[in-house]
């Protein structure tokens, strides 16, 4: 059985903010209703605060825009204005978003902080790279420009320029070889040990 699965734009989901700021695409998510971890893709069109959501970690990626600037809690203020900056924040956390220049497209990553751990990079894809098995983890894997081919002992898939896909290896599975040009944002998933 194949531990890799393609996600093509066209399985995306966009919805519209309720305060009418911008727009969500729902691009993976761990579980249907209660989940470990859910990817998304925000296009910020107005200044306001961002959704709350308790008990999750987030993180955030500058992808296109002039940039925003996160007043979080009391903490100084964080200004990303170039492609690919991120900011970490508790999704409890009181945040406001001012746009720096016009609207911005920005990577959104959520993890449940009692059940998964998210590590976050945002690299280019020039020849290969190697994504290793781990068991507990999941990898997701965006072509955010580009192509690029995954490569396992079962399956190849290829990513343009918007898919995804996601590496279940909690149940084990074969290395991942990712092969071309462009630039990918990689999150790995690890399960938090129960205490």
């Known amino acids: 059985m194949s531990n890799l699965h393609r996600i093509p734009p066209s399985a995306y989901r966009r919805t519209r903010w309720k305060n009418d700021g911008g727009w969500t695409t729902e691009i993976a998510r761990s579980d249907e209703d209660d989940f470990r971890w859910r990817i998304s893709i925000a296009e910020i069109e107005s200044d306001g605060p961002f959704s709350s959501f308790p008990g999750i970690e987030r993180d955030l990626l500058l992808l296109e825009g002039n940039g925003i600037e996160l007043d979080i809690d009391d903490a100084t203020t964080r200004r990303l204005v170039q492609r690919f900056e991120r900011v970490h924040f508790a999704g409890e956390a009181k945040v406001d978003c001012r746009?720096?220049?016009?609207?911005?497209?920005d990577f959104n990553v959520m993890a449940r902080r009692d059940a998964v751990r998210a590590d976050v990079i945002a690299r280019p894809l020039v020849g290969s790279m190697v994504i290793f098995p781990e068991r507990g983890a999941e990898w997701f894997v965006h072509?955010?420009?580009g192509t690029a081919t995954a490569r396992s002992a079962a399956d190849t898939l290829v990513l343009e320029t918007g898919a995804s896909l996601v590496?279940?290896?909690?149940?084990?599975g074969n290395?991942?070889?990712l092969e071309g040009g462009g630039e990918l944002v990689l999150v790995k998933f690890v399960a938090v040990a129960a205490t």
């Open 99 to 105: 746009l720096v220049a016009g609207p911005t497209r």
């Open 143 to 145: 072509a955010f420009a």
């Open 167 to 172: 590496a279940d290896f909690r149940e084990g």
């Open 175 to 177: 290395r991942i070889v």
